[in-house]
């Protein structure tokens, strides 16, 4: 996001020799991530701006004459995620193709919360005689189940088109104000609904402190929580642009950093998608006072 936080002043400081190693990981990566993850470090490559135009256009030509990667409303979500991520402006047709195509598909059947009568603005990902579980984020959590799988797609595609700029459209809003109504149980879905709320406009923050001072109440002592792994928590924590959830992710950050491997990702099959989500969480915590919040 371009608002997030990015290394300054070199890799000096708090998790100096994590930083390091992430570096080397993604320095001659030419990947979306390796792109982000050089911008966030203050190192772009010198044709890295060159490599995120050709990332835009190759994501671009993958779409149909529908707008969507396949037809699928969690590919297309994604895309225009990684779109945006890699600096494409809102304006952009790729953008607005993608976007198009996932605004079409609120209130429709097959949606999480389908009950016959529409208004709710949840997506729909397709007929339930197609499922689309197991459903893996990049954070390496998978939904088995298929209800779960439903909710979660509508919820990272809600996140999506209000990055893209959507967020006064009435279907919009609808989702907006059903999570909100919504008591998520579940650990692993209430951080995918504060990820989606966390993209919302700056009226809707202060209604969603309460899921984060859950989230505060869960958190273990050393940074992470139970039932859910802490790239799962952070990853999602991070889109929520509140002081109470960068506190939780400056204290997440020591117990994410024990986690980096010799290579300098954070996980033995050297994800991408997670180191970069741990170097966000360790700039995050260079800039952020970890004490605890209030229980």
């Keep these: ?39 966030l470090l203050g190192h772009p490559a010198p044709h890295d701006r060159e490599l995120a135009d050709h990332l835009i256009r190759e994501r671009r030509r ?19 995620w990684e779109l945006l991520e890699l600096g494409a402006e809102r304006t952009n047709a790729g953008v607005v193709r993608l976007a198009g195509f ?12 389908d009950d016959g009568i529409a208004g709710d603005g949840f997506f729909s990902p397709g007929p339930r005689s197609a499922g689309i579980a197991p459903l893996a984020l990049p954070s390496g959590t998978v939904f088995t189940q298929e209800e779960d799988a439903r909710f ?5 595609t809600l996140r999506a088109v209000l990055r893209a700029g959507h967020e006064n459209r009435a279907p919009v809003v609808a989702h907006l104000e059903s999570l909100l109504r919504l008591r998520v149980l579940e650990p692993h879905l209430a951080f995918v609904v504060l990820a989606a709320l966390g993209m919302a406009p700056p009226a809707y923050w202060t209604r969603i402190d309460a899921l984060v001072a859950e989230a505060a109440r ?19 924590l991070l889109t929520v642009p509140t002081r109470a959830a960068r ?39 260079r800039t952020t006072s970890a004490a605890r919040p209030a229980r």
């Design 62 to 80: 993958r779409s149909r004459l529908d707008g969507s990667l396949g037809g699928s409303l969690v590919a297309t979500a994604q895309a225009l």
């Design 247 to 285: 506190l939780l992710i400056a204290r997440a950050a020591p117990f994410i950093a024990s986690q980096q491997v010799a290579s300098g990702a954070f996980d033995p099959s050297e994800s991408e998608a997670i180191a970069l989500t741990a170097l966000r969480a360790l700039i995050t915590a």
């Design 218 to 236: 869960h958190q273990r002592d050393d940074g992470s929580w139970p039932d859910v792994t802490a790239f799962h928590a952070v990853e999602l």
């Design 102 to 113: 996932l605004l079409a598909q609120q209130d429709r059947p097959g949606r999480w919360s």
């Design 1 to 39: 996001m371009s608002t997030e936080a990015r290394v300054s002043g070199g890799t000096a400081g708090p998790f100096a020799a994590e930083l390091g190693g992430v570096a080397a990981f993604f320095a001659s990566r030419e990947t979306l991530h390796g792109v982000v993850a050089r911008r």
């Design 152 to 156: 979660v797609a509508s919820c990272l």
